[in-house]
């Protein structure tokens, strides 16, 4: 194929170095820039003097750490990656998902590990390949295929995307996260969504490659909510994208947006349903061992149990709930049990129950997503994990930290969000490239719970910052702010920070930890994952926001299309809800994009923002927040590690569901769990 | 000259002797392979390096396994760490002691695993003597034409 030639329509030029620019057509695969990661010193040589010899260009690397921040510095600067599955400082595996995330580049994995298990994972933490050691030259004279494949795939993606819409030449930068459903209905859809998100940031910035962008969809609140009511008109069973469209009557809305948003409502009602059993679980274990859970699961993910930690403490606030959300996570481990009954009631979301269970099952995998954050240089990082890392204590002394430290607090727990979200935000949210590459991380826990969990955690974190010190509303506004700043920052992060809002309400989360100080609202800047965070927070419901965020967050880099990231079942959902808010690149308030605009009222939460950008979200969000926080924003922010794209959901459900009137304010109404069939 | 033929026919019959005897696999021809003008002793390169890596590994092994309790994931890494490195260099009877060790290691049998790696490490040693030698007479044999393989 010569994708490479510069001719090739579409090809995105975001992952590839094969840009238009690029001359590689005529050569290709000469020069193709391939990364390798492997800690031994001989595997690694040799491979080097292969690739070179295949005329590839070459960069070895013998660390993980080293490698993804060699990623992360020169985005555009690898075609490839090649690495190793054991590794001392970081699972190889671990290394794919947040190449996957945040990047979107293929990856190929490699060992002497010929055991099927292993194989296994690597193909469903999504490896384009995986070689056995020891690797012959034969076989990496072929791995420009793996690139080729993927550029076409996104590109193809993003013409999918709103086969109505678009036009060919901003496709893909679309990628149409609807598109790709594949794997696991969240992986493709993240991937796409994330890759996509990117491509079209992309695409942005240079105008001479996407000629046409397509007008991403953004799924608001309203639209949502007229979607979920057609649903439910239909039938769950029944409801059929055309009908829905039809019914809908939503002008320049085609089928295929309906379809895809459909997958991820579906997908969001599947896990809603399976939480409700954990909840009780959970909120007797929970309380119970904040330590244990924060042992066990810090092992894991050390973040996600701080986050919940965190979230432990708060109970009294409200944080409770949250916490036991994010608990509940983690308390699969069952260590944290936090009381979550108790903080039931403070939610008063029988879903907050059911969130929990998902978030425990995700917690575990959620766990594993943490996990990625380790890899991840964060600026919080070092303090924060520390005191993170305390058990029990840390979560009084999170909460603590929380609010005195709201930032590095946020910070931690975005950044134990900051995995997970990955995971989830890869899904839905990002079309980012690095979405497609998640599909493992996410499948797992879905595992995009991770991002929802931390998400929520962020959210719980913030809120508990925010309620106890209710900095963080305004700070949410900062947050957006944050967001925006952080945005360089969090890019590594990516997929949670925001490209995509999605992932910005992890990221928001930390940002706003950063810059609680700011309190600049700046409303969505560009970070419409801000918004989210404090939608979400707002609402009890919304706080799935961890997904949502994740989704819109990944998209958004200010893309209000965030929504358009349908690819995340639920995390896009919920994306869409925010970042339609940030869409706006900025200022999104419109609390369409943000359900979790808690404004104030639950049950109404109409967006009241709408309007006022995060600002006024963010006042919004705060007065909601105080009230909400009880509810269901603690729970949801604690969710985060629990939360796989399930437990958000379910969480975000639960807050719909026990807020009632979610439906109105923001567009997850649909999930509110009353309204679900399920 | 004609010792230098001589050398060279030497230097050639104990390459040929290494992988009769089950010594190297086609692994070290693809190493081979890849030597060339600009790397001309590429593979000597690369077994030095095993060697002086491997070292490392080989002691980590030896701790773990006389830790009580064994830590089984860092064997486990080590041993696919081990296998991956002495694979790549075409070490063949090495390779096969890891495999031995890795389905001792799958059925729980520890002594058994001790017992191989103990063979291994023989291995390892008397493969490296091998090398050596031959390395060195075709260094004296001539760069060009001893070490490869390949039909010139």
New interface residues.
Partial sequence: MNIGSGSLVGVPSSTSSWKSGDVVSDQFPVGLRVLVVD?????L??LE??LR?CHYEVTKCNRAEIALSLLRENKNGFDIVIS???M?DMDGFKLLEHIGLEMDLPVIMM???DSKDVVMRGVTHGAYDYLI?????EALKNIWQHVVRKKKHDWKDNNFDQSGSMEEGDRQQKLSEDVDYSSSANEGNWKNSKKRKEEEDEADERDDTSTLKKPRVVWSVELHQQFVQAVHQLGIDKAVPKKILELMNVPGLTRENVASHLQKYRLYLRRLSGVSQHQNELNNSFMGRPDATFGAISSLNGLDLQAIAAAGQIPAQSLATLQAAALGRSATKSAISMPLGDQRNLFSFENSKLRFPEGQQQLNNSNKQIDLLHGIPTNMEPKQLASLHHPSQSFVGMNMQVNSTTQHNNSLLMRMSQPQPRAQMLNGANNGSQVSRLPLSMQQSLSSEGIPGAVLAQSGIVDNVRGTVYNPVSQASSMVDFSVDQRQELQSYNFSLGSNSSGMSTLTNRRMLHEEVNSDMKGSRGFPSNYDIFNELHQPKSQNWGLQNVGSTFDSSHHPSIQGTQGVSSQLLLQQGISSTHNSGQNRNDPSGKPMYSNGEESGHSNPMGGPQLNSVGRNMLAVKAERFPDADYQSTFFPEQFGQDDLMSTFLKQQGSVGPVETEFGFDGYTLDNLPV | MERNNHLRRQVANLRQSLFDQGYLDDQFIELEELQDDANPNFVEEIVTLFYKDSARLIHSIDQALEKQPLDFTKLDNYMHQFKGSSSSIGAKKVKIECTQFSEYWRAGNVEGCKRTFQQLKREYVVLRKKLEVYFQSARQAGPTETMSCRPN
């Fill in positions: 800690d031994d010193p001989t595997c040589r040799i003097k292969m010899n190793d599955v054991h001392p060992s002497a590990d050691k020891p690797v012959r030259i």
